[in-house]
């Protein structure tokens, strides 16, 4: 599976960013699809995820202000982000789970300047 992810950028703080993940097969076929991201200097960490059943998670510092959706005509899922804060920069990775296997996008860069 190849993930395609887009849609970062450079916001200022209360701004938004729509992040999107192009997978190269249907989605239906996987477990969950998630986003991660990873700051300079720190560990990558689950930001949301979306799993086959339509269920979602979220981390307690995005909860209320991003939202996790797919499109499964598409084949892509999407990160809708709200009131960008400087403390949400990081680099976001797309992550789709098939069958046990983790398969990773590259990376898409967000910035928040305060």
């Known amino acids: 599976v190849q993930l395609q992810a887009s849609g970062g950028g450079l916001v200022q703080t209360g701004g938004s960013l729509r992040l999107s993940c192009a997978a190269s097969s249907s989605i239906f076929s996987m477990n969950v699809m998630g986003w991660y991201r990873q700051a300079p200097g720190k560990q990558r960490e689950l930001v949301a995820r979306?799993?086959?059943?339509?269920?979602?998670t979220y981390i307690d510092s995005v909860k209320g202000r991003f939202t996790i959706s797919r499109d499964n005509a598409k084949n892509t899922v999407h990160l809708q982000m709200n009131s960008l804060k400087p403390e949400d920069t990081a680099v976001y990775y797309c992550n789709a789970v098939r069958n046990g296997v983790n398969n990773w996008g590259q990376g898409t860069q967000v910035t928040v300047s305060s």
């Open positions: 979306i799993f086959s059943s339509g269920t979602t």
